[in-house]
């Protein structure tokens, strides 16, 4: 193998297949990536093209500091500065990462109330403690009232959060006092999830927010409508009607293919039709139908973030993360991807014109050229799937002979939810994160990193997974969601087993006497909702201070490409968290909004951004930054004195 197709990746399945790819003569992201260089002026923020006067380019010269005067003459036609360009196109990100999984989240509870009105048949309420608490934050009464008319109230009510025009979010009130309080103080406590994407987007129109200080308080505001908003909702009304994950056995790779049986990718974000694709697939008349096609039988698997949700809740393999989707066709061995929304790459319609993949789109607001579209009918799902599998499994005489399908699944550990730590940690009757928060006070675990967000061709393909190494290595617990959980998953991480063999030996013990992995799979990107919720547990249970920015955690997106990676960032940061990207930084074109963000953000918000492309640097800049809070905490002694003999162990494990 070349060696220059060796830097692309270090998954061996995503190189094999690349190798196919250029015997088959078929381009996909990686090719385009090394055709189509970077803008370099975009890349900093300091290109602005919201109005016809430009675009307006006002680059940074590498070479030398600018001087005061030069400085001042960095300005678009209107007279913008490097700070409006850069916080305008900040802001702009952020409010595009809420708007996408604020529109999941609408789509989400339209079909919880549909559900809850009984009026689709295969969705119903399935956790029914969860929708008690729903009740209890949404201030619904509860009392003699059918299970029906609560799950309308909080359908309706959460439907609301999103046009709601004044006051707050009501899942505000899951987050510390203290936390609350700042926001308050602060003026960007969202009041709708809907209303701050659009003033985000008002702002940045020509000639309107021309402060970045105020620009990025928007930012703050509309990503914190995101985070305890439309992706909290989407977690909670998903976990209510398709049940809270709890953890499950699966496999990943392009290995989960199968050479005998119809294959079928589900790619996207929203599980509503992955869950009715799970169901049909098993369904004896369907699978019938596959072997009268000649197939053994039919084998679901999915990509990017559904893939997370069936994974969670059915265990159904994963074919791989976001650069494997154009792969996965590569194969020859799909007979269909079938689409939702997000992260869906166009380049997977012409790989497919390449072999006999049918791509199948389904939702209304999201075509593809040259793709089949089938629209997913809520109202009748199980004909709608089924409709859809049909189309996959005609197409399983069409496969060709050009079939390769490597061998590579890894073994893995799902369904972390916030609710199964909780009962993991604490048991059924005492369910609790005082487990963890003691194990951290006495510094067997040092303390807790989100590690989340996407893969990016601009560098190696999962190669950031040394950061989770270098993390768990030094007693970190690390709580993934998205593609880098896959990439996590993939290198065998999110077994048990791990723990005795990539766990600092403080780590190792606590994993080992509960049987959990030392890196937690926690979902979809959606549900980084969940690591708000296991980081306000820890606060509520006391030890740990009275704010999520007094905790020892950290959070890091190594390999981010997409808006929801920065608004997620973004809510984490102004949560109190200090979030360290790779990859690229988009507001280096200045120096005032980086030094906001990166400096000025931790006396504000107590978390921070940083930006560090050597994966094992920025792991240590998070260790470091957790030890700081350690030792603020008055806990760093603990850890000092903690020095594990066998005997130790034994009596850890026997606990
Ligand atoms: O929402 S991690 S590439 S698949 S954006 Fe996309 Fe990034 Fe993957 Fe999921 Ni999240």
């Given at each position: ?8 990746s ?5 190189l094999e297949?690349?190798?196919?790819a ?27 093209s ?6 307006c ?11 005061t005067e030069?400085?001042?003459n ?14 305008r ?32 048949a ?34 309706e ?20 006092l ?39 308080n928007q ?6 409508a995101?985070g ?20 499950v ?48 039988g ?9 893939a ?20 996965v ?7 269909a991807m ?16 390449c072999y006999?993949?049918k ?6 607001k ?8 089938v ?9 709608s799937a ?19 399908i490597?061998r590579e ?27 963890l928060?003691d ?8 303390g ?15 190669a950031?997974?040394?950061?989770v ?11 993934q969601t ?24 403080g ?10 992995p030392p ?12 690591i ?5 547990a ?15 955690v ?13 608004t997620i960032?973004?809510y984490?940061?102004a ?10 930084w ?12 990166f ?9 921070m ?29 603990a850890?000092?004195?903690v ?6 162990r034994r ?5």
């Amino acid at each position: 193998m070349a060696e220059e197709t060796k830097a692309k990746s270090i998954d061996s399945a995503t190189l094999e297949m690349l190798t196919k790819a250029e015997s088959d003569g078929v381009s996909v992201a990686f090719d385009r990536a090394a055709r189509m260089k970077p803008c370099p002026i975009g890349a900093e923020g300091s290109c602005c093209s919201n109005c016809a006067m430009g675009p307006c380019r006002i680059p940074l010269p590498k070479s030398k500091e600018l001087t005061t005067e030069e400085e001042k003459n960095r300005r678009g036609v209107c007279g913008a500065t490097a700070e409006t360009i850069a916080a305008r196109n900040f802001l702009c990100m952020v409010a595009a990462g809420c708007a996408a999984h604020g529109d999941h989240g609408r789509k989400v509870t339209e079909l919880f109330l549909m559900a809850a009105r009984g009026e689709t048949a295969g969705f119903e309420i399935k956790d029914e403690q969860k929708l008690l608490q729903l009740a209890l934050d949404f201030g619904i009464e509860i009392g003699q009232r059918s299970r029906k008319e609560i799950a309308i109230d909080v359908g309706e009510t959460a439907l609301k959060e999103f046009g709601k025009q004044d006051g707050e979010l009501l899942f505000l009130k899951r987050a510390p006092l203290k936390r609350q309080e700042l926001w308050r103080k602060l003026g960007v406590a969202p009041r709708g999830i809907d209303r701050e994407v659009v003033e985000a987007l008002h702002r940045t129109h020509m000639g309107v927010d021309q402060d970045y200080k105020n620009l990025l308080n928007q930012a703050s505001r509309t990503a914190l409508a995101d985070g305890w908003g439309g992706s909290m909702i989407a977690t909670e009304l998903q976990d209510t009607m398709f049940g809270t994950p709890s953890p499950v056995f699966s496999q990943i790779n392009l290995g989960v293919l199968k050479e005998d049986e119809v294959n079928v990718i589900i790619h996207g974000h929203e599980p509503q039709l992955a869950e009715m694709m799970a169901m049909v697939a098993q369904d004896p008349e369907m699978i019938k139908y596959a072997k009268s096609k000649g197939a053994k039988g039919i084998n679901l698997a999915g990509m990017c973030c559904t893939a997370n949700e069936i994974l969670m809740r059915h265990g159904v393999p994963i074919a791989g993360n976001f650069l494997q989707q154009e792969l996965v066709i590569v194969t020859g061995a799909v007979e269909a991807m079938v689409v939702d929304v997000q992260c869906i790459m166009q380049g997977i319609s012409d790989v497919a014109q390449c072999y006999h993949t049918k791509v199948i789109t389904t939702d209304a607001k999201a075509k593809i050229q040259g793709a089949t579209h089938v629209e997913f009918d809520e109202h009748n799902p199980f004909d709608s799937a089924k409709a859809i599998l049909k189309m996959a499994i005609d197409n399983y005489v069409n496969r060709g002979k050009n079939v390769h399908i490597p061998r590579e699944k890894t073994d893995l550990i799902a369904g972390f939810s916030h609710e199964t730590i909780n009962y993991l940690l604490g048991g059924l009757f005492r369910a609790s994160y005082r487990p963890l928060n003691d194990n951290i006070i006495n510094g067997r675990i040092r303390g807790v990193a989100g590690v989340v967000g996407c893969n990016n061709p601009r560098i190696t393909h999962d190669a950031q997974l040394s950061m989770v190494k270098e993390l768990i290595k030094n007693d970190v617990l690390v709580l993934q969601t998205g593609c880098m959980a896959m990439a996590s998953a993939k290198a065998g991480l999110m077994v048990p087993e791990a723990a005795a063999k990539y766990a600092g030996a403080g780590l190792a013990s606590v994993c080992e006497a509960v049987g959990i992995p030392p890196v937690l799979h926690m979902g979809a990107c959606i549900d980084n909702s969940r690591i708000l919720m296991a980081a306000t547990a820890m606060v509520k249970d006391g030890g740990l201070g009275d704010d999520i920015s007094d905790l020892p955690v950290a959070g890091a997106a190594p390999e981010w490409m997409s808006e929801k990676a920065l608004t997620i960032g973004q809510y984490f940061v102004a949560s109190g968290v200090y979030t360290v990207f790779g990859v690229t930084w988009p507001t280096t074109g200045s120096k005032k909004v980086t030094e906001l963000l990166f400096e000025e953000f931790e006396e504000t918000y107590g978390g921070m951004w940083a930006f560090e492309p050597d994966p094992l640097k920025a792991a240590r800049m998070m260790i470091e930054h957790i030890d700081k809070k350690r030792k603020a905490l008055g806990i760093d002694k603990a850890r000092e004195r903690v020095l594990y003999d066998m005997e130790m162990r034994r009596e850890l494990e026997a606990v």
